[in-house]
């Protein structure tokens, strides 16, 4: 390239250059101004900013004072504050001092190391300072790489009590007042005056007063930690004893508000609500049901002893006051709850009852051990739940035998053929059997729906019409009197002819019972049996009226052929074998007179004309005079007689001659069935009440079916004889108040035993209807 074009290329760049640094520097200095601008718009309002900060400092009485670690300070405020300030804290001139020296001298004696951590950690504090001419509020902060103080004058209360809040708190029926950093009573309320017994504040601190030392420290207390704090006094004044809660406030400058609320109303209402409880758990301890009380917090409250007894659980555990889950949840591993599937969703239910409002409906559980409870849950008044536990196993089981018994009552009475109904104390119908509805012709269901008894009369008077039969059951039923609830009985006749008996009976529980029976048949039965029974009387009169004639016509040739037959035998010139004939003639002769002898007397006894003679006998002669008469024909059967009676036997009272006719048949009988080589026995033996004779034989014996229907009548025997004097035997012991029996085994004899008594009465009867006199039947 060329010089020229070199000087060209050179020149251009520095005109180029030129104009790029020109318009640089315009852009350069619009920038710097519009900078200064700013700053000065800026400055403006910082000096706005700073002429307010300093009215709005001075325009407070307080003032603020910042430190440096170098030592250096820097007061702010208005002037007049600060020669207060300086004014108070020492009596010097204001132009004699450091207001900054004075003001940290002063912070410093009260709170030098506070002071100190101030300055080099920044650690906030307050205190208060107090003056010549009053106390000031010294508040420290840190801000901004500095440490400042702020003091303000304590006036707050003057500025409070002169205020509408002031004059509130004045009228207010709490006593209330203001303690000062110091704890200088301030301010008082009229409450508090009133109470104290002073006129005025000034007063209240000429004499020292004071609502309560314990309420001084609550105040302190919380001026000290700067925080409200609350506590519980009793004081005493006016003769009684008062109950306080303090409330203690801090408020600005250090001060302390207090209120006293009075809470002896509410205490003395809380005591007595204790002793309500106390009383009330005294109370449920002594039920038989299990109680147990939870709280709103669902742990346990209480729980009386009968509750630990019915789950014996240990008292120790339920003395801490487990949750009612926690409860729930041993009772299960206790196996003391109801067996369930999903055991989480019932105790669910059993826990969402904290919710309910009402009583819930009555529940049971069936335990393992095969105990049923019932279980009552209900809300508490206090919050929580009650419940109530009973052990009503016994219960149900009572209830399920009552059921039985009643449905046991209720088949026996359908079972019954009478028509029973039982009517209640209020007339109503309670009970009605089968027969009831039939013998009415009602269906049961009509009875029920009927109801009372007037509407159940109605139903029957169509059957049996008749007005004074229902009148007087109705008296019966419904008169509470005791005098008509009597049992009474009656007859009655129905449309249809039937013959109905009814009666009714009293029962405990005040109800009646109402029975009819059908006794148609029935009187038709006794009217017939009636009719056979006259009869009977008449044919029985015959009887022994034809048995009398018939024994007194048989008597007197008897005794002709007797007494003939013993002349025959007396003659001289007869052969021997006609004398054997004459003397078969008398013996068959006196048999048959004995036995129509028997026969009378059977006669005489059941027709109950025969009197005993009743004597002192001598049972050993009474044996011997009855063996002596048939010793003889024993003898000549080729057996032995043998008579056993002690003779220490005493006399017993009865009919010799009876007794004696009674051993004559015995003996006559055993004579008959002994053969050659036999025995008969006569023995008799005493014991505290009767004699017992016995005659003993060793001849054919009795066959077993027979001895049951020994002593009957005119049953005919294998021994022989018509089978009248047996019978007679025992009619005859019987008289005397006996008993006779008989012991034999077939083929080795027989023994009859008559028991007579020690004393015979003049007049006896058998021994069961001696029982039915004696029971007044």
């Known amino acids: 390239m060329a010089e020229a074009d070199i000087a060209y290329v050179a020149t251009a760049g520095a005109a180029g250059l030129a104009l790029a640094l020109s318009a ?115 508040e420290g902060r840190s801000g901004a790489g500095s440490a400042w103080l702020r003091l303000s ?25 203001i303690a000062d950093a110091a704890g200088r009573l301030a ?55 008062r109950a306080w809660r303090i409330v203690a406030e801090p408020i600005q400058g250090g001060a302390v508000l207090a209120f006293a609320l009075d809470m002896t109303e509410a205490e003395e209402t809380r005591d007595t609500l204790r002793r309500h409880v106390e009383a009330h758990d005294e109370t449920l301890n002594h039920l038989a049901d299990a109680v147990a009380i939870f709280g709103p917090s669902r742990r ?16 120790a555990w339920l003395d801490e006051r487990p949750t009612h889950a926690e409860l729930l949840d041993r009772l299960r591993q206790r196996r003391m709850l109801p067996e369930v599937i999903d055991y989480a969703g019932w105790k669910a239910r059993e826990l969402d009852f904290y919710g309910a409002t009402e009583a819930a409906p009555d529940d049971s559980w069936s335990l393992p051990d095969g105990r049923t409870l019932r279980v009552v849950r209900q809300p508490h ?37 009478d028509a029973v109904a039982v009517f209640g104390s209020d007339g109503r119908i309670r ?54 609830r009597v049992p009474i009985a009656g007859e009655g006749r129905t449309v249809d002819g039937r013959i109905a008996s009814w009666q009714t009976r009293p029962l405990p529980d005040g109800a009646t019972l109402v029975a009819f029976s059908d006794v148609t048949a029935r009187r038709g039965l006794e009217q017939a049996l009636a009719a056979k029974a006259a009869a009977l009387d008449e044919s029985t009169a015959l009887k022994r009226e034809f048995v009398g004639s018939v024994s007194y016509e048989l008597r007197t040739p008897l005794t002709t052929i007797v007494g003939y037959s013993e002349l025959l035998e007396t003659l ?16 068959a002769a006196s048999q048959l007179a004995r036995s129509i002898d028997d026969v009378l007397d059977m006669a005489q006894i059941d027709a109950g004309e025969m009197e005993l003679q009743l004597g002192d006998v001598r049972v050993s002669d009474l044996l011997g005079d009855a063996a002596d008469k048939v010793r003889s024909r024993v003898e000549a059967r080729g057996a032995t007689l043998t008579v056993d009676c002690p003779t220490s036997l005493k006399p017993i009272r009865a009919d010799a001659q009876r007794v004696g006719q009674a051993l004559d048949h015995l003996l006559d009988n055993a004579s008959r069935a002994i053969s050659e080589g036999g025995a008969v026995t006569l023995s008799a033996q ?54 006779a029996e008989v012991e034999s085994e077939p083929g080795k004899g027989a023994a009859f035993i008559l028991h007579l008594p020690l004393e015979a009465a003049g007049v006896a009867a058998a021994p069961e209807l001696r029982l039915g006199v004696a029971s007044g039947e």
Request: aromatic residues 8%; charged residues 25%; proline residues 4%.
């Open 24 to 138: 640089w520097a315009a852009r350069l200095r619009g920038r710097l101004a519009r900078r200064n601008r700013q700053v000065e718009a800026e400055l403006s309002i910082a000096r706005v900013a700073m002429a307010d900060r300093d009215g709005a400092l001075a325009a407070f009485e307080d003032v603020r004072l910042s430190l440096s670690a170098d030592n250096q300070t820097r007061r702010l405020g208005a002037p007049e504050t600060w020669i207060a300030l300086i004014g108070d804290l020492t009596d010097k001139d204001w132009a004699e001092v450091e207001p900054s020296l004075v003001v940290l001298d002063a912070v410093r004696a009260v709170a030098g190391p506070r002071l100190d951590a101030l300055i080099d950690k920044g650690e906030a504090f307050d205190v208060v300072i107090d003056g010549l001419g009053g106390a000031w509020a010294v």
């Open 153 to 177: 004058r304590l006036g707050l209360v003057g500025a409070a009590t002169e205020s509408g809040l002031g004059l509130l708190a004045d009228s207010y029926p709490t006593p209330t007042w």
């Open 187 to 241: 301010w008082v309320n009229k409450a508090w005056l009133a109470e104290m017994k002073a006129d005025s504040v000034e007063v209240a601190r000429e004499r020292g007063l004071s609502f309560d030392r314990g309420a001084d420290a609550i105040v302190a207390e919380a001026g000290r930690l700067n925080q409200r704090q609350e506590g519980f006094r009793w004081t005493t004044g006016g003769g009684r004893r």
């Open 300 to 315: 346990l409250a209480f729980h009386n002893t009968a509750f630990q007894t019915l789950f014996n659980i240990d008292p």
């Open 381 to 417: 008044p206090l919050g929580g739940v009650l419940l109530l536990f009973s052990d009503i196993t016994d219960e149900l089981k009572l209830r399920s035998r009552y059921n039985a018994q009643i449905q046991v009552q209720t088949a026996t009475l359908d079972k019954l053929n």
């Open 431 to 484: 009970l009605h059997n089968e027969a009831f509805d039939g013998f009415w012709g009602v269906t049961g269901e009509a009875l029920d729906a009927a109801g009372d008894f007037d509407a159940v009369a109605a139903l029957c008077q169509t059957t049996m019409p008749d007005p004074a039969l229902w009148l007087g059951l109705k008296a019966r039923v419904a008169d509470p009197d005791p005098e008509s």
């Open 572 to 587: 001289g010139d007869l052969p021997e074998r006609s004398r054997q004939h004459a003397g078969a003639i008398r013996v």
């Open 686 to 739: 005493a014991t505290a009440s009767e004699v017992r004779i016995r005659v003993e034989d060793t001849g054919r014996g009795i066959p077993y079916h027979l001895q049951a229907h020994v002593f009957d009548r005119f049953v005919r025997r294998e021994r022989g004889g018509p089978g009248v004097g047996l019978a007679l035997v025992k009619a005859l012991v019987e008289l005397h108040g006996g008993w």
